[in-house]
Structures are given as C-alpha cells and as structure tokens.
C-alpha cells in the first residue's frame, strides 16, 4: 500500500454554547478546523483533523497547520501508510517542530491502517478496554451562578464530571468552584483549570482558597513546570498539568519533579496518535491518570480520541471530552455520539466513521 494523494480542506466549527470563555480574555465562538485525508494506491482513504484552540493558547494556528501541511504532503506521498515509524521518522526530517500540523496525517494513517487490518484503531492501539467511558464538560469562565446554572444543564444532561474555567481573580475563582459544588454531589468531579492564567502569586492565593472545598481537582494553575511546581509545595490539592505535557521528555521531568498525580493528553498537542500512544502507555505505567482529549475538532478528531480512551486502562482514564457535542456542525454524522454523559469507540475498520466529502466542498490544497 502507499500513498498516492493528500488533500486538505477547511470548514469552520461554532461553539454550540455560544462563547467559550477561558482565563485571559481569551474567548472561542468559532474557529477554522483542517481536514486531511489520505488515498493509497488500493483506494482506501483515510481521514485526519486538526483544530487548535485559537492562536493564543499553545504554538497552533490553523493557518500555521496548513502552510505546515504544504511542506509535509510531498514528504510522505508514495510511503506506505501503515509504516507509521517511518511516516513519522520523514514528517520530522521534512519539518521540524510543528507537531499539531503532523497530527492529521499520522491520525489518516491509523484510520488507512485500521482499514487495511479490517478492525477498529482501538484494537491497534492495545486492545479495547472499556467499551465506555464518561466524558466531562468544560463549564466557560463566568459570574458564578452563570456557571452553576451551565453545570446544572448539563448535569441533566448525564454530565457527572466539570471542568470549569478559572484563572481570574483568585476569590471570585473561589466563589465559581463553590457555586458549582453547590449544584452537584459526591458522584460528580470538579476541576478547576486556570489554563495557566494565573501568575505566582495569586495561584498561591488561588490554592490556599480552593483547598479547605471538597472534591476539587487544580489544573494548570501557571503557565510554567516551575511555578507549577512553587503551587504544588504549598498545597495538597490534586494536580492536573495540561498545557506543559508536550512530550515524553516534559512528562518524565514533571513525574521526576512529582509534579501532578494527572495529565490533560490532547492528540495533536503532542503530534498524533502514534506520540499519544507512547505517552499514554509510559503515563500510565508510572500510575498518572490521564484526560483524553485535544485541543478542539469535530466528528474525526473526536473518533480519534474515543478510540485513544477505549484502550486506556480504566484506572488510568481521568476524564474524555467528546469535542464534536461542543460545537455545532457535523462532517460525519456526529459520530461517534456520547449518550447520556458517555462516550464509545465506533466498532468500525479504521476511525469507524465515514466522511461526507460533499460537506467539505473543494479542497484548499492537494499533493500532487
């Protein structure tokens, strides 16, 4: 098998809330998402999405993965597909860095992979170890009863697990976490993720005042390991680092620095399912716990991550956000689907969706 074309497309995706609002000022209502797929000479295809979350989150922008694109397409057009060391081996030598551009691609390989093998990625990626999981929802920065009532929605929704965004100032951050524990119970989670939004001294402040409120999970309360770890010396609270964990190196560093008891693995963060995996397997064989997701996307990139969390070990599966129920348009039918507060792995070859190709319109770009 080998590759014998790429195309990418673009199709913007709307935040189904209306705005997504995270720590400073940063604020989502629609964003552009790229879409590679994949054709080998047998005339299997294969589908892979990235959409970053904005370009003053992390080093990502959607102009950025598809100018990014353009330099890897030529790299890896004639390479068998199934190879995935060394479709990952010739992105690198073609484009340093860049690793949310390299996702799709190594994402529509697995799904050519699991196509060719005739069985679901999850089974590639380990086997399939829970045939559910529950999914949480990021509750957007606002006034604390605004937050409190989006909580409630969409705990009658079959949500149990909340992760509300904070990183303002630190005794209104508490009066939002306590407003939210006030409309949920002992069977649900709540994280309060700062997004690195914090400076030092109020994520001092911040953890002082979240620590004596039960069930409460701190993600990311500064924007560096090292003010992470000046936080985690002076409170007892559950860490959660996200935006640091790029890689095995940044991992083994704040496992080594006994950073976090918890990792937020977004796909594309870390260069796609074939790193993810690697990271999955090494967190989860140090015992950190582990949320499954990626930055934003739609039905593929929510596929991708289903599968990911299917064949996580359950103990080690923190929290799964299913991207395509948080924004409005649909490429593959929403699936996969959550169902009352959780989500599964589509039992198909490859991603087990299919793609309508007609909803993308014509492609931005094709090699050759």
């Known amino acids: 098998m080998k590759i014998t074309r790429i195309e990418v497309f673009g199709y913007d995706l709307h935040y189904v809330h209306g705005s997504y609002v995270m720590s400073g000022g940063r604020v989502v ?34 102009e950025g993965a598809r100018a990014a694109l ?20 010739r992105m690198d030598a073609a484009l340093r860095g860049h690793g949310y551009a390299k996702s799709p691609i190594d994402i529509a390989c697995w799904d050519l992979l699991g196509r060719a093998a005739g069985c679901p990625i999850a089974v590639l990626l380990g086997g399939l170890r829970q045939a559910s999981f529950p999914l949480y929802i990021a509750v957007p920065l606002g006034a604390a009863e605004e ?13 149990h697990r909340f992760q509300l965004k904070i990183g303002d100032d630190p005794y209104a951050d508490r009066d939002r976490v306590e407003a939210v524990l006030g409309v949920t119970d002992q069977a649900d989670m709540v994280i309060a ?17 979240l620590e004596p409120l039960p069930r409460v999970y701190l993600e990311q309360p500064c924007p560096t390991l090292e003010e992470c770890l000046y936080i985690r010396r002076r409170t007892t609270l559950p860490i959660v680092l996200d935006e640091i964990i790029t890689d095995v190196h940044s991992l083994l560093r704040a496992f080594q620095a006994g950073a976090m008891e918890a990792i937020n693995l977004k796909i594309s963060k870390v260069g796609g399912l074939t790193r993810a995996k690697l990271i999955r397997d090494l967190a989860a064989a140090l015992g950190v716990r582990m949320t499954i997701e990626d930055t934003w996307g739609g039905d593929i990139v929510t596929a991708a991550i289903s ?21 409005e ?33 014509m492609p931005l770009f094709a090699w050759p």
């Open 193 to 209: 993720d700062a997004n690195g939004g914090w400076t030092l001294q109020d994520a001092t402040v911040g953890a002082r005042l």
């Open 70 to 89: 353009r330099e890897l397409a030529p790299a890896v057009v004639g390479l068998d597909p199934r190879n995935l060391g060394l479709i990952n081996d």
């Open 307 to 327: 599968h990911l969390a299917g064949s996580t070990p359950p103990e080690m599966l923190f929290t799964v956000s299913f991207m395509n129920d948080w924004v």
């Open 329 to 361: 348009e649909h490429i593959a039918g929403h699936r996969p689907r959550s169902a009352r507060g959780t989500g599964a792995p589509p039992d198909g070859p490859g991603l087990g969706i299919e793609v309508d190709a007609s909803s993308l319109g």
């Open 147 to 159: 937050m409190a009532a989006y909580a409630r929605a969409r705990r009658a929704e079959g949500i």
């Open 29 to 62: 209502t629609g964003l552009p998402s790229t879409v590679v797929r994949l054709t080998a000479d047998d005339g299997l295809t294969g589908w892979g999405e990235v959409c970053p979350l904005g370009p003053a989150y992390l080093p990502a922008f959607a």
